[in-house]
């Protein structure tokens, strides 16, 4: 860790004046690509909009947002940790977003490995089945976590010094 | 009362103060501002990828636009409620931040347009409309949220 944040394009892009900036707001614009899409999406699985469109529907046409979003978040976001390694590797908000990543991702894994094998039995339904549902709301929670946890990361001394 | 006294006597009314008080209550709202914003993209997202034949294309546009306005109405009362309650903590600091009048500006444009030109579109009869105006629509919506979220991030840079 120590190494990477003495890298010359680490200590560049920490004391650069406008590309850490640009950076950031590239990562927190694309949050409304990549959590909206998701959003949209739990909140079918929900049974809360888009009662008359196929969950497969919005699943193949939104999905593929979804995934190009959280490709921008992740390379955006690699390069924020670049520029301040140690600081991130120490920030708690940081480790616990980087945890709740993990099992939302885990979660959607899960959904499309069970209950969305047999989406073809309720993809018309207005409310899909309770497994559906239950993806979708932990879903839904890790994005809450993961955006309080990515805000927090800025004050992580007002908590804890 | 001019604005600038306006602000100050806002940022240092009691209630303001004592929010102020608190380390932690401003990066609260702003968690939920943003929560705001992650809504609105969907919504907004939704329609637009939609208008520009992308997405969800295979639906008809007027019924996106329907199921998303619920949520577009929800985002908004949110981002809009707690970005007030931000913008009272800070009120003479962000007077003078040239960031947060483009995105108030921006803001004022979008709603305007999305809840009239933008709506008519979207809620018309797919047949009625050509693919270019519903392009433009989508477009001038697009980049007109994304100064209001660009503006927003600025605001808070140094």
Same mark, same amino acid.
């Given at each position: 860790m120590e190494w990477l944040a003495e890298t010359p394009w680490s200590i560049a892009l920490h004391e650069s004046r406008y590309v850490f900036l640009? *950076?950031?707001?590239?990562? *927190?614009?694309?949050?409304?690509?990549?959590?909206?899409?998701?959003?949209?999406?739990?909140?079918?699985?929900?049974?809360?909009?888009?009662?008359?469109?196929?969950?497969?529907? *919005?699943?193949?046409?939104?999905?593929?947002?979804?995934?190009?979003?959280?490709?921008?978040?992740?390379?955006?976001?690699?390069?924020?940790?670049?520029?301040?390694?140690l600081v991130r590797y120490h920030n708690v908000f940081f480790r616990f977003k980087m945890a709740v990543l993990v099992l939302a991702v885990a979660n959607a894994w899960v959904f499309h490995r069970t209950a969305y094998r047999s989406v073809a039995l309720w993809d018309l339904d207005p409310v899909p089945p309770r497994a559906a549902r239950v993806a979708g709301g932990l879903s839904l929670l890790s994005w809450a976590l993961m955006i309080t946890a990515g805000r927090m990361m800025a004050y992580q001394g007002y908590w804890f010094d | 009362?001019?604005?600038?006294?306006?602000? @100050?006597?806002?940022?240092?009314?009691?209630?303001?103060? &004592?929010? @102020?008080?608190?380390?932690?209550?401003?990066?609260? #709202?702003?968690?939920?501002?943003?929560? $705001?914003? &992650?809504? #609105?993209?969907?919504?907004?997202?939704?329609?637009?990828?939609?208008?520009? $034949? +992308?997405?969800?294309?295979?639906?008809? &546009? &007027?019924?996106?636009?329907?199921?998303?306005?619920?949520?577009?109405? $929800?985002?908004?009362?949110?981002s809009v409620s707690t970005g007030i309650l931000l913008f009272m903590c800070f009120a003479t600091k962000y007077y003078y931040l040239r960031f947060f009048w483009i995105k108030m500006a921006a803001l004022l444009l979008v709603l305007v347009f999305t809840f009239s030109v933008h709506r008519r579109v979207a809620m018309a009869d797919d047949a009625r409309v050509t693919p270019g105006r519903s392009r433009a629509v989508?477009?001038?919506?697009?980049? +007109?949220?994304?100064?209001?979220a660009f503006g927003g991030r600025w605001i808070g840079f140094p």
């Open positions: 640009i *950076v950031l707001t590239i990562h *927190v614009l694309t949050l409304t690509v990549f959590v909206g899409t998701a959003v949209m999406i739990d909140l079918r699985l929900l049974g809360m909009t888009m009662s008359r469109v196929p969950v497969s529907q *919005v699943m193949s046409r939104l999905l593929p947002w979804t995934g190009a979003g959280l490709l921008l978040m992740i390379a955006s976001g690699a390069l924020l940790f670049y520029a301040a390694p | 009362m001019s604005v600038l006294e306006l602000c @100050r006597w806002i940022q240092y009314s009691e209630p303001l103060v &004592a929010m @102020r008080a608190s380390p932690w209550l401003f990066p609260v #709202i702003a968690t939920i501002h943003l929560m $705001g914003l &992650a809504v #609105i993209g969907g919504a907004v997202l939704l329609v637009d990828l939609r208008l520009l $034949g +992308l997405g969800l294309r295979d639906q008809p &546009a &007027a019924q996106l636009a329907r199921d998303a306005e619920r949520w577009l109405r $929800g985002g908004l009362m949110v989508a477009l001038v919506s697009l980049s +007109l949220w994304t100064l209001v």
